[in-house]
């Protein structure tokens, strides 16, 4: 079979993944020979076979919908990497346009 | 007090030492720790290790057992914990610089559990970054020794895991099995590592890797203790929806019952995990020499065939790495995390991401992506999800013909640091006997067996079985190693 060719700009992109360029190159080969070993899937006739998502064979598992005991408020801030007025996360910039602060 | 002899002890037989008081708990974790200190630098078996929290901890079992309260049998004993766990207060970096900065809120279910016990978390264990890789070398922070040859890696993604137990730094651990995570470091130092059925154990507060196939499980010295943990951990959950509600316990009581015999048991020998796997010539003979020991207690050995064992691999690293982009979407930098500010959001992310995740996370979530991607969605996961089907099946038929597999665990022993990282591919097919059980959903168990004539590394033995099949799986074990 023909070695894949992927664009790795193209799926790093997609991960919003930063690659350096010099990483570059040697993960689109790696990738490029996974994919080659994974094609041999090709192989098999699946004709009427049914996809398994999941290994334990349950369905709508449900639960009341009742307010539960919060995390704490305090805690879940303390691992924000920056906060603003001490208790809102702080984002970078979405939108262009006149920085804020 | 005696000089407290910690090396190989179970925690059966701790539990009835610190009940006949010829130690205390808190005797007992200053003892631990102190080997720790004297012997991690070498092993590097811990991220880290709260020395003071876990002498408070025992301190209070002491209490609760000198009032004649102990919370089990267990009260003071303490428990290593792969760093993908969380328990309240703790690091749960997963060995990734992008998860270094965060402390969990929160306690995972299989900690909590424990601590119901009295089992004393003790420290955070080293794995492969989000537990991916088979050598404990994809750790960001460091690399975990073999404590049976410091050359040679512990295996991964539970190393640190293995490598506490087998270095005695605490009776046994908690680790986590994705594609062989527990199973394989366990064969790798010479212990006991248990994959339980899947949705036995709550994955709540196990950070996620693939979760269709991820399942927490024990990491100990003999079968007695896989079962007192799992005893402690197993059962359904509501905070996770796909663990079972099946009724789980007894399986300490199941190996203290064992019949000590394997007469009536028939066990399958899939012919695909021995012609033609690539094992190693130390692997092959002492895999023989286990056979012929469960022939000589008593067992029927009866040929079997999982057909599509070939194609595992394959259906393996399509869908883990599926999951996986999905799962590590979360990790952006900006709600917790280590976070490297870019121009605006987006290149926030890039930054954040492309300098917090190790080489291989990078591989795993650029391969997951590309298989979900438009137009390839169909091709890769979709087909990979029907194989899937057909290697449960595979099982299925088999167990027709027979109680439990055996098979071997990995083709070779622990091999040396560096010797496997320059192909990932090469990383990958190394797997080849413990993935298929994760894509069935299954459970298994990894034993000693014995030790390599050339190298003198520990070999372990693979004994498989029907979901919820457990209690036999730990008898066997036992039997098989007295």
């Not at chain 1, 079979?1 to 992927?6: A, G, R, T, Y």
């Not at chain 1, 997609?14 to 689109?28: G, N, S, T, V």
């Not at chain 1, 995390?71 to 910039?93: E, K, S, T, Y």
């Not at chain 2, 027709?400 to 097919?429: H, I, W």
């Amino acid at each position: 079979m023909e070695k894949p060719q992927i664009d790795i700009k193209y799926v790093a992109a997609l991960a919003r993944l930063e690659i350096r360029p010099e990483q570059a190159e040697r993960l689109q080969n790696d990738l490029q020979n996974i994919v080659e070993y994974i094609n041999e899937l090709g192989e098999l006739d699946l004709t009427g076979v049914e996809p398994t998502a999941h290994a334990a064979a349950l369905s709508n598992v449900w639960r009341e919908d009742e307010a539960g005991t919060p995390f704490d408020r305090d805690r879940m801030l303390a691992n924000a990497p920056a906060l603003m007025n001490g208790d809102l996360i702080r984002v970078p910039q979405v939108l262009p346009g006149e920085g804020m602060n | 007090m005696a000089e407290l002899n910690l090396v190989n002890r179970p925690i059966h037989e701790l539990a009835a030492g610190l009940a006949a008081k010829e130690f205390s708990a808190a005797e007992l974790v200053a003892a631990y720790a102190d080997r720790v200190a004297a012997k991690d630098g070498e092993i590097k078996a811990f991220l880290k290790l709260d020395r003071e929290q876990a002498l408070k901890a025992a301190e209070a079992a002491d209490a609760r057992r000198a009032a004649g309260k102990p919370l089990s049998d267990y009260d003071g004993i303490p428990v290593g914990i792969k760093d993908c766990i969380v328990a309240e207060g703790e690091t749960c970096s997963c060995a990734s610089k992008i998860l270094a900065p965060v402390k969990s809120p929160y306690d995972s279910t299989a900690v909590a559990r424990l601590r119901a016990q009295g089992f004393i978390p003790f420290g955070r264990l080293n794995m492969d970054e989000f537990a991916m890789g088979s050598s404990c070398e994809n750790s960001a922070f460091q690399k975990t020794a073999n404590p049976c040859d410091v050359s040679r890696v512990p295996g991964g993604s539970s190393g640190g895991s293995a490598a506490c137990v087998a270095a005695s730094f605490a009776p046994a651990a908690l680790g986590s099995d994705t594609g062989g995570s527990i199973r394989q470091p366990a064969a790798f130092c010479g212990i006991v590592g248990l994959k339980p059925t899947y949705g036995r154990v709550s994955r709540y507060g196990l950070v996620a890797f693939a979760s269709s196939l991820d399942q927490i499980g024990p990491m100990t010295h003999d079968a007695l203790d896989a079962g007192i943990l799992l005893d402690a951990i197993a059962g359904g959950d509501p905070m996770d929806s796909t663990s079972l509600p099946n009724p789980a316990g007894g399986f300490a009581d199941a190996v203290r019952n064992s019949s000590g015999s394997l007469k009536g048991m028939k066990i399958g020998l899939p012919k695909e995990y021995f012609t033609g796997s690539g094992l190693a010539s130390g692997v092959e003979t002492i895999t023989q020499q286990a056979i012929e020991k469960v022939r000589s207690l008593g067992a029927e050995l009866v040929e079997v065939s999982l057909p599509h064992t070939r194609y595992a691999v394959a259906v393996y690293y399509i869908i883990a790495t599926a999951e996986a982009s999905a799962n590590l979407a979360r990790f952006d930098g900006i709600r917790y995390g280590d976070r490297k500010e870019g121009r605006d959001l987006v290149d926030t992310y890039f930054k954040t991401r492309g300098e917090g995740f190790g080489d291989e996370v990078k591989r795993r979530i650029l391969l997951g992506t590309y298989v979900l991607s438009s137009g390839y969605y169909d091709a890769y996961y979709l087909r990979a999800q029907k194989v899937r089907t057909l290697i449960r099946r595979d099982f299925e038929e088999a167990y027709k013909r027979c109680d439990l597999m055996l098979t071997p665990v990995t083709p070779t022993v622990a091999f040396k640091f560096g010797e496997k990282t320059s192909d990932p591919l090469q990383m990958y097919l190394s797997d080849i006997f413990t993935i298929a059980l994760n894509l069935s959903g299954n459970c298994g168990i990894s034993v000693p067996a014995g030790r390599d004539p050339e190298t003198g590394m520990p070999v372990g033995i693979q004994f498989l079985a029907p979901a919820l099949d457990e209690a036999r799986l730990l008898q066997v074990t036992d039997t098989f190693m007295r």
